[in-house]
């Protein structure tokens, strides 16, 4: 088994958990269009490709393991990836290249993005959030358990959050997605 083969199959078995709150969705509906995304980005600007699909398997694995680590999951994902990465005996060069991807992927935390690919992984995550806007739903209604409106105002403030965090490139590529969504969750708040 390759290295990424390796990395999707624990991620993915970690999405299956009984740990994950975030249910299995985080792997279909999420992770799996950031990899794409982020994939298709680097293609675009020159970007590593191998450096972007690890980055973005990896990016929320330390929230999907613990939950209670979301708040910082940037961080200790960064960790999580050096530890797996280490003994897959990955290059450290490439180590510290995925580490510093995971490390500034978050739209709520504004980091310097030293590389084309750490560009590449943050508007990947920020993408997947605004095409997936059922996930976030769910996520606020099934999980958080939100009422409609404060549902409907939280993956609002996500998206936009989302939005806010992508490169000029990532706005051109989602615009339209992202006004349908705040269109749309906008009339729901105000129904």
């Known amino acids: 088994m390759d290295i990424i083969e390796f990395i999707k199959h624990e991620v993915e078995n970690k999405c299956l958990g009984e740990n994950n709150v975030f249910g299995y969705g985080i792997w279909t509906h999420h992770i799996v269009s950031v990899v794409k995304n982020a994939k298709t980005l680097a293609e675009k600007i020159g970007a590593d490709i191998e450096i972007v699909e690890i980055a973005s398997l990896l990016h929320d694995y330390a929230s ?6 979301h708040d910082e999951h940037h961080i200790y ?7 797996i990465l280490k003994k897959l005996n990955y290059p450290k060069d490439k180590i510290e290249k995925v580490k510093d991807c995971i490390i500034s992927h978050r739209g709520s935390i504004q980091v310097h993005k030293k590389s084309k690919e750490a560009v590449c992984v943050a508007n990947a995550d920020a993408i997947a959030h605004i095409e997936n806007v059922t996930s976030l739903l769910y996520f606020a209604y099934c999980k958080k358990g939100l009422g409609i409106d404060e549902g409907a105002e939280w993956v609002s403030n996500k998206i936009k959050k989302s939005w806010d965090k992508l490169s000029n490139e990532g706005k051109i590529l989602i615009r339209d997605k992202y006004n349908s969504a705040q269109e749309m969750l906008n009339f729901a708040s105000k129904i």
């Open 77 to 83: 994902g960064a960790k999580e990836a050096e530890v």
């Open 64 to 69: 999907i393991k613990d939950y209670s680590k």
